[in-house]
Antibody, heavy 122, light 109 residues
């Protein structure tokens, strides 16, 4: 069974750093991309970026480039999303999601993590 | 940037009725790159349709997708209680590489 299990909810202060995780199981972690999607309270879905754990090829949405860092450790089948200095506007639910290889010809996210709620407040 | 506009914003239906959701793109989108998701309160999105018309694994056949170019449609042939949720379309194209529509909420009439 394919599963993406994300780390737990976080409460942080503005200016603090944070790294959240997404652990894949039940499939070959290095054969699929992992994307990150933000959902602010009561709002829609926003694509942040995507990484291919096989070779760490990473792409970012221009809206998030320079604001976050996406990485992966294929030895433990885990992808990460990190901030060096959080802002109150980073308060949101963050989802990781699996994406097939680009060579498949398709572009979609088929399995999703349960989400990590990040709250940034002084 | 390709903008996806979903309509209506909210659709009120009764169980058993047919739902027709629209997703219109500001520029032509490859059908291979158009997907639909369902999201229920407190849950992660779930993939329903990929490549505009292919049902994802385990999705009931009352869900169907169609369209091409700039106009895409998600149809639920007969609404069931579990189908009341928010639905998003998503496309892949020029930077930003992935965009989502703003969502259509299906509510019980």
């Amino acid at each position: 069974e394919v599963q993406l299990v994300q780390s737990g909810a976080e409460v942080k202060k503005p200016g603090e750093s944070l790294k959240i995780s997404c652990k894949g199981s039940g499939y070959s972690f290095t054969s699929y991309w992992i994307g990150w999607v933000r959902q602010m309270p009561g709002k829609g879905l926003e694509w942040m970026g995507i990484i291919y754990p096989g070779d760490s090829d990473t792409r970012y949405s221009p809206s998030f480039q320079g604001q976050v860092t996406i990485s992966a450790d294929k030895s433990i089948s885990t992808a990460y999303l990190q901030w060096s200095s959080l802002r109150a506007s980073d308060t949101a639910m963050y989802y990781c999601a699996r994406h097939p290889k680009f060579s498949s010809g398709f572009r979609y996210f088929d399995y999703w993590g349960q989400g990590t709620l990040v709250t940034v407040s002084s | 940037e390709i903008v996806l506009t979903q309509s209506p914003g909210t659709l009120s239906l009764s169980p058993g009725e047919r739902a027709t959701l629209s997703c219109r793109a500001s520029q032509s989108v490859s059908s291979s790159y158009l997907a639909w998701y369902q999201q229920k309160p407190g849950q992660a999105p779930r993939l329903l349709i990929y490549a505009a018309s292919s049902r994802a694994t385990g999705i009931p056949d009352r869900f169907s997708g169609s369209g091409s170019g700039t106009d895409f449609t998600l149809t639920i042939s007969r609404m069931e209680a579990e189908d009341f949720a928010v639905y998003y379309c998503q496309q892949y194209g020029s930077s930003p590489e992935y965009t989502f529509g703003q969502g259509t909420k299906l509510e019980i009439k």
